[in-house]
């Protein structure tokens, strides 16, 4: 199994669970009303479970980082149209294809008064590369060679190959925490009882994985002063619990990762909801490598059958579009212009809903009277079941029995990546960086169907080429590269796409979100100094 | 007075399990639509013409899931109390009646299956072990085993010492048959009332078992699975789920009244 494909899912399908945050500025949605001046002393937050530590190394998941990320700086962010953007590394270079060397800023200082210095910094990269540590973010450490503070201000990385997704890495798992502190506190560090030493806007007055955290504002932090004095992080389970919460007022805010709720989250006296478009990509995967999805007419013949339009009006009430590729517009960054994007997608078939075109498909395949498949999914992803439910009943007059299968979610990741009889699967991802190599590197090519999460087993020599292209190529070549890729996906169907979903934003109409909400600005962002009261 | 408000019960509860019993023959015929075939178009709906209690969120409607669901919801019950009955029964005669070392088997693994967490076991086992609705069946029988057994083997110890016993051993009869003859019949009211119970437990445990996602399957109408459902869809189209509970309370309701009746019956009967 491929431990960083492992984190993937794992982060993916925890911020589908809990999201995404905003921050910075970009080219995204507003979030309302203007910001005033002035402070807000308390805003409690909903979070749908607890963060399971404070050691971004031991809990790298959309819950915790949701609140961990408030308390450290990162290296590097993503903005909102994902552009990395200064942090704790006021710039960043890249000397050679296997250097990377951050200059650290000087008038960062910890809760305790003691400057952040590069050595914090590269203590703080180099903890998830050491095995002792068992870091969470390892798998994106994978080509590290070394991490060292050459000078005062300066921390170099180096790697042992070209890696073109480590760019991204400091701004995903670059949170520096004070290297004495965590020297002393080996055993504890990030839990309730060791806690932690970061520089963040916020300090921690107490975090209990059942029922959340309470942050309150730290003076000293070198940005501009958050307006919220004290953040608390409270845990609300039951989605329905927490709407009524919000609604009520009880709680100030949350973010909503469930597109399915879409429906029941409206605009109310108190509350403001904001839904923007996010990454998150749900797609159908098929088993190439045996009957009957080793038959291209017997997945298109499904394809064509899922009513993605009605499905995305009954269930996320529109907050999620059609999708053409499995790779998401949004994932493109700025490798390609938003017309070369616009144009790309153009180019690919329509993924219409036609039982008469599917019927004529599975007459054509080896398996003209249908057959029978099992899908599974995850307990706590009720909306995959009712697509599920819905494809079952027009898979039906083609003599297709699709029986879905709910079970428990670490279930359904045991059966991903065992890699054995995977049959049909549904399967929601979010990617984490602005890259759309990034999902086809993914879910393409023998490596990953080996050991990864290349759940259809699909590749071709062509394919090996182009991904081994997108390592080394210029930007023309890999955007060429690309395009051909997403050309021979909509082609060969061992991926079926469905939807982009949306991501929201609940908040009480006291206060606003001053600044882009999208999907970039996501967990690996400090999102809470960016709570403002709202103008009257 | 109390009688006569009792015995209104009993009836109401009578008509109330007959209609249950039409539906259970008649329920998917009866049903306007097909109650698997969705209407996305229609998705939510409240109560309107075409679709007297609303659709969910897939535009299936309501009224045709819960009539097409009723066989499930009461057939799978009604085998759980006939099958723990028989088994229960057999036990408690066993027990009750032979005595001595099956007295002491019987009650001690009784004893011991009665200290187990019911509900939890039985999430667990059909959770761990998966197996879905027959599993869940399955479990549910064997954890009211012992129950059953204790309450048949109190009967049957109340009769042991009674003449008509005593006379059927003077006659030479065999202790099968003294039990199924003479013995079965006189405990059999208790029988009945208490195999009601057990199905009252069997609806209300499978109803719960589905609403936590276990036992029956995703998209089945079964009550409990529609209560889970579409619990989130109390603000967009509420009978989706207060109805399948409603029905639920109902069947349970209905159940124990009649238990309870029977029951009486055969203690008035014993008095005299």
Known sequence: MNQRSRRLLLVATLSTLLPATACGSGPAASSGPAAAAGEVAKVTWAIDSGPRSLDPAHAYDGKSALVYQQIYDSLLYLDAAGRLVPGLATSWSRPDPLTYVYRIRTDARFWDGRPVTAQDAAFSLHRHTDKGVASEFATYFGAVRSVTATAADTVTVKLSRPDPYFRYVPALAGQVMQQAYATAHPENLGTPQGRTMGSGPYRVESFSPATGAVLVRNPSWWGARPAVARLEFKVVSDPETLRLAVQSGSVDGTFLSDPSQSRRWRDGDRLKVQWVPSPQTVYLSFDVTSAPFDDVHVRRAVSLSVDRGGLTAALFGGKARVSRSITPPESWGELASADQVRSVYDGLPDPRHDPAEAKAELARSSHPRGFQVTVPYPASMKWLGDVLQSLQQNLKPLGITLTPQQVPFQEYLAKLYGHRQLGMQIIPYTPEYPDPAGIPALVLGDEQAKSGFNTSGFTTPEIERLLSRQRTADRDERVEGVKRLMSILAEQQPYAPLFYTDIGLALNRRLVFDGAYTIWCNFSQQWAPLIKPAAR | ?272
């Open chain 2, 1 to 272: 007075m109390r009688a006569r408000a009792g015995d209104l019960a009993a009836a109401a509860s009578l008509v109330t399990v007959g209609v249950f019993a039409v539906l259970i023959v008649a329920g998917g015929r009866l049903a306007p639509a097909d109650p698997q075939r969705g209407d996305l178009a229609a998705s939510a709906l409240g109560p309107g013409a075409g679709h007297p209690l609303g659709t969910d969120e897939l535009g299936r409607d309501i009224l045709s899931r819960l009539l097409a669901g009723t066989q499930d919801a009461i057939v799978g019950p009604l085998a759980v109390a006939l099958a723990t009955t028989l088994i229960a029964t057999a036990l408690g005669l066993l027990a009750g009646y032979r005595g001595g070392w099956a007295d002491a088997v019987v009650m001690r693994c009784a004893d011991f299956a009665h200290s187990l967490p019911v509900g939890l076991l039985t999430i667990v086992v059909v959770g761990v072990i998966g197996g879905g609705y027959p599993m869940a069946l399955v479990t549910l029988t064997v954890l009211a085993i012992p129950a059953d057994t204790r309450v048949v083997r109190g009967v049957v110890l109340a009769q042991r010492g009674l003449p008509y016993l005593e006379a059927a051993q003077v006659l030479g009869l065999r202790r099968t048959r003294i039990a199924i003859v003479h013995l079965l019949p006189n405990v059999a009211p208790t029988v009945v009332a208490n195999c009601l119970l057990t199905f009252v437990y069997a609806l209300v445990s499978l109803s719960a078992l589905s609403f936590l996602g276990l036992g029956s399957p995703a998209g089945s109408p079964d009550w409990g699975r529609m209560l889970f459902e579409n619990r989130t869809l109390l603000d967009l189209n509420p009978w989706a789920s207060i109805t399948p509970a409603l029905l639920i309370v109902l069947a349970a309701v209905s159940m124990t009244v009649l238990g309870d009746r029977l029951l009486d019956r055969a203690l008035d009967r014993s008095r005299t």
